[in-house]
C-alpha cells in the first residue's frame, strides 16, 4: 500500500490554510496568491512577514522554481547567515526540488533554532505562520528519512502549540512503527473530526493499516471505503486510492478486478505515490501476457516523470524489481542480471510504502539468482556442439556464474532469516508477502532447501484463512516435495494446484505443470509427461531452464557431418536428455545448413530452427553451434499470443516471432 499525499488536494486548500494553517507551502498553499514570484516587494502574508529578499525567495518556492529559489536563498545566507527564512527556503529547496532529505532537514532544523531563538516559542501571532510551517516541514523531512519516532514528535509539538491536531497524519507513522492499535485510533481520530481532508487520509491509512496488521478482509473493506469516498469527493479518485484497493483486490486473488481498477488508476490524476503501469506490467508478466507487460512497463518512466521531483524516484528501484522480473520470464538473463546488480545496491526508501523493505530486497536477490542460473544454462547450451576444449570453458564460466546464483540465494536467505519473513513470503498478495511474484516464491526450494520450504508452506497455510490460497501452497509444497524426490505427493499436489489456479497465474500455472511433468518422468516415464511438458512449452517454455528440467527426446534424421555435429549437440545439450522415447528431434539437411525441429507425440511442429545458411567458411563445429543456437531460441524462447497486443510495436514489424523482444532493450 503507498499514503495518501501529504497534502491537501486543491479544491480544499483555502478552507485548510484558514483554519490551520497546516500546510506544505512548497505546494503554494496559504495567501499570497497572484503576488509576482520576481517582485521584488513580494507582500508578506499575515503572520509571515520577512525582508524582501526572503519574501521573493518564497515566492519562488511557492511558484516551483525551486532552482531559482535555492539560489536565491544561498545569496541571502551568504549575505546574512543567521537568517531563518533563508535556510528554511533552502530546506524547502533541498526537499522538494533534489529529494535531498539529510540536507533538507539540517536547514530546516537551523530555520527553526534561528527563528526561536529571535522570536521564542511560541512565537507572537505576528509571525506565528512561519512557526507552523518549520514544524511541520521538519516532520517531512523526518518522515522521507524514515525517522518515525521524530516524525510523531515534531507532530506532537505541533499539536501542543497549534490547533487543529494533526489527528489523521500520525496514523501512517504508527503504522510504521508497527503500533497498529495507536494508528487505528489516529484514523479514527481523522474520520471523527468530520474535516474532509483528515477523513481523506485516515480511510487512506486504514486501508493500509489493516493490510500491514494481517487482517485481509478488513485492509479489503477499508481500501473500497477510501477508493467509494474518493470517487464520491468533487476531484474524484486518483492513482494512489485505485493502486491501494487494486493490491487489495490481488490480495483476494481478484486479478480481474485489479487489473480494471489499474487501467482506471492509468487514467486518473496523477498522484504522488503509486504507478499503475509499474503495477500491470507485473500483473501481465504473471499471466504470461508478454506484449501487454512490456507495453505498460514502457509507460513506467513516463508516468513517473509527471511526479514532483522529491518523489520521482521513491519508487524507482521498485521499477527495477519488475522490470528485472520481466526480463527473467522471457529468458533475457543479461538485461534482468543489469538491473538487479543495480537494485541490490540502490534499495528503495520506504516512507511512502507500507510494505517490509527487507522482503523487497529478498526478491530482487532471488531474481538476480535465476537470472544468473540461467545465464550459466544458456553458456553451456552454447557451447554443447563445440569441442571438448571449448565446453570446458563453458563449464568453467557456467560454474563461475552459477557461484555467482549462490551468493545471491545466501542474500535472500539471509534476509528472510526471520521466521515471520520466511513464513510470510509464501503467503501471496499479503504484506507479508511484499510484492514477490509467484511464479518466482518456488526458487528458495533450492536456496533454502525443500524440508524448510515445505514447513514453511505449513505454516503459512495454517495461518491463512484465505479459502483462494490453498493452490498456491500446493504449488510450493509440490515442488519441495519433487526436490526431495517423492514423485507421488509431488503430483498429487501438482494436479490440484493446477486445478485451482486463476487464469491469471500463468507463469505459475507453467511452473507447476514443469514440475509435475518432471515427477511423471521420473515415475511413469516420457509417454505419461509429454502432454504436460507441451503444455509447458507452448505457455513459458523458459520455465524449464530455470528449473534445470531437460526435455526427454530420441534424436533422428542425421545426414551430412553438419547434422551429425548437432545432433551431438542436441545430446550434449543440458535442456535434452537423449533416448529412445521422448520428443523427436528431426533434423534435415536444407543447401548448406540444418533445419531442427522438435516434434510431438503426433508430430506437431513443437519448435523449429531456421534454416538460414551459416558461412560456409567457418568450421563445422562454429556453424553447427549457429544451428544449435537457433534451435535452443526457436524451442525455449517466450510464445507471444498476437492477440495480446500489436506485434508491430515489439519488433517493428507485423511479422510473427518467436523472439519479440528484439531490438527493444534501449529503453
Known amino acids: ?285 504473471r499471466g504470461a501476457r508478454f506484449a501487454e507487460a512490456l507495453q505498460a512497463l514502457q509507460r513506467v518512466p513516463g508516468y513517473r516523470a509527471q511526479r514532483p521531483p522529491h518523489v520521482q524516484d521513491a519508487d524507482r528501484n521498485e521499477g527495477r524489481r519488475a522490470l528485472a522480473g520481466f526480463f527473467l520470464a522471457v529468458g533475457r538473463y543479461a538485461d534482468a542480471r543489469e538491473i538487479t546488480e543495480k537494485a541490490l545496491v540502490m534499495p528503495d526508501r520506504r516512507s511512502h510504502n507500507s510494505r517490509d523493505p527487507y522482503q523487497d530486497r529478498a526478491v530482487v536477490a532471488l531474481i538476480d539468482r535465476a537470472a544468473v542460473r540461467g545465464l550459466a544454462a544458456e553458456a553451456r547450451e552454447e557451447a554443447a556442439a563445440l569441442g571438448l576444449w571449448e565446453r570446458s570453458r563453458a563449464w568453467l564460466e557456467a560454474a563461475e556464474q552459477r557461484f555467482g546464483g549462490w551468493m545471491s540465494g545466501r542474500q535472500a536467505v539471509q534476509l528472510l532469516a526471520d521466521d515471520g519473513r520466511l513464513v510470510g513470503t509464501f503467503q501471496i498478495g499479503t504484506s507479508r508477502a511484499a510484492i514477490v511474484p509467484p511464479w518466482i516464491v518456488g526458487e528458495l526450494v533450492d536456496v533454502a532447501g525443500a524440508a524448510v520450504v515445505d514447513e514453511a508452506t505449513r505454516l503459512a497455510r495454517e495461518r491463512d484463512g484465505r479459502q483462494a490460497a490453498g493452490p498456491y501452497y500446493d504449488a510450493f509444497q509440490a515442488e519441495a516435495a519433487w526436490r526431495e524426490g517423492d514423485e507421488d505427493r509431488a503430483i498429487e499436489l501438482a494436479e490440484r494446484s493446477a486445478s485451482g489456479l486463476a487464469d491469471g497465474e500463468a507463469m505459475l500455472r507453467a511452473r507447476v505443470d514443469a514440475i509435475h511433468a518432471a515427477a511423471l518422468l521420473e515415475r511413469d516415464g516420457a509417454a505419461a509427461a509429454m502432454p504436460l511438458f507441451e503444455r509447458v512449452l507452448q505457455k513459458d517454455p523458459g520455465v524449464l531452464r530455470r528449473l534445470a528440467i531437460a526435455l526427454p527426446v530420441r534424436v533422428d534424421g542425421t545426414g551430412d557431418s553438419l547434422a551429425e555435429a548437432v545432433a551431438d549437440g542436441v545430446e550434449r545439450s543440458p535442456r535434452f536428455d537423449a533416448d529412445d522415447e521422448g520428443f523427436r528431434v528431426s533434423l534435415t539437411p536444407v543447401g548448406a545448413s540444418v533445419e531442427v525441429c522438435l516434434l510431438s507425440a503426433t508430430d506437431a511442429r513443437l519448435g523449429c530452427s531456421a534454416a538460414a545458411d551459416p558461412d560456409v567458411n567457418d568450421a563445422e563445429d562454429t556453424r553447427a553451434r549457429a544451428v544449435l543456437d537457433a534451435f535452443h531460441q526457436a524451442v525455449f524462447a517466450p510464445r507471444v499470443d498476437l492477440s495480446q497486443g500489436d506485434m508491430g510495436s515489439l519488433d517493428g514489424s507485423m511479422r510473427s516471432t518467436r523472439d519479440p523482444m528484439d531490438g527493444l532493450l534501449g529503453f
Not at 532544523?109 to 516559542?121: K, M, N, R, W
Not at 481520530?189 to 487512506?204: K, M, P, R, Y
Open 1 to 285: 500500500m503507498v499514503r495518501s499525499d501529504p497534502k491537501p488536494r486543491p479544491l480544499k486548500v483555502l478552507a485548510l490554510a484558514l483554519a490551520s494553517g497546516l500546510v506544505c507551502a512548497a505546494l503554494g498553499i496559504g495567501g499570497g496568491v497572484g503576488v509576482d514570484a520576481q517582485d521584488p516587494f513580494a507582500v508578506a502574508e499575515p503572520g509571515a512577514p520577512g525582508e524582501p529578499d526572503e519574501l521573493v525567495a518564497w515566492q519562488l518556492v511557492r511558484a516551483k522554481k525551486l532552482v531559482e529559489a535555492r539560489e536565491a536563498a544561498q545569496e541571502i545566507l551568504d549575505a546574512r547567515p543567521d537568517s531563518a527564512l533563508g535556510h528554511f527556503v533552502l530546506a524547502h529547496a533541498y526537499h522538494y526540488g533534489e529529494a535531498n532529505f539529510p540536507r533538507a532537514l539540517h536547514h530546516a532544523e537551523q530555520a527553526l533554532a534561528l527563528f526561536e531563538a529571535e522570536y521564542g516559542s511560541p512565537p507572537p501571532p505576528t509571525v506565528e505562520l512561519w512557526h507552523r510551517r518549520m514544524i511541520y516541514e521538519l516532520a517531512q523531512a523526518h518522515a522521507d528519512l524514515d525517522h518515525y519516532p521524530e516524525q510523531l514528535a515534531w507532530y506532537a509539538r505541533f499539536d501542543e502549540l497549534y490547533d487543529p491536531d494533526t489527528l489523521a497524519a500520525r496514523a501512517w507513522p504508527l503504522m510504521k512503527l508497527r503500533r497498529f492499535e495507536d494508528a487505528r485510533t489516529a484514523a479514527r481520530d481523522g474520520l471523527e473530526s468530520g474535516i474532509d481532508f483528515q477523513v481523506e487520509i485516515a480511510l487512506n491509512a486504514l486501508c493500509a493499516i489493516e493490510f500491514e496488521a494481517g487482517d485481509d478482509d478488513a485492509s479489503y473493506a477499508a481500501c473500497r471505503q477510501a477508493l467509494e469516498h474518493a470517487r464520491n469527493s468533487p476531484q474524484g479518485a486518483n492513482a494512489v486510492d485505485l493502486t491501494n484497493f487494486a493490491e487489495a483486490a490481488r490480495a483476494a486473488f481478484q486479478l480481474d478486478e485489479a487489473e480494471e481498477v489499474l487501467l482506471e488508476a492509468a487514467e486518473a490524476p496523477v498522484a504522488w505515490y503509486g504507478n499503475p503501469w509499474l503495477e500491470l506490467g507485473d500483473l501481465y508478466t
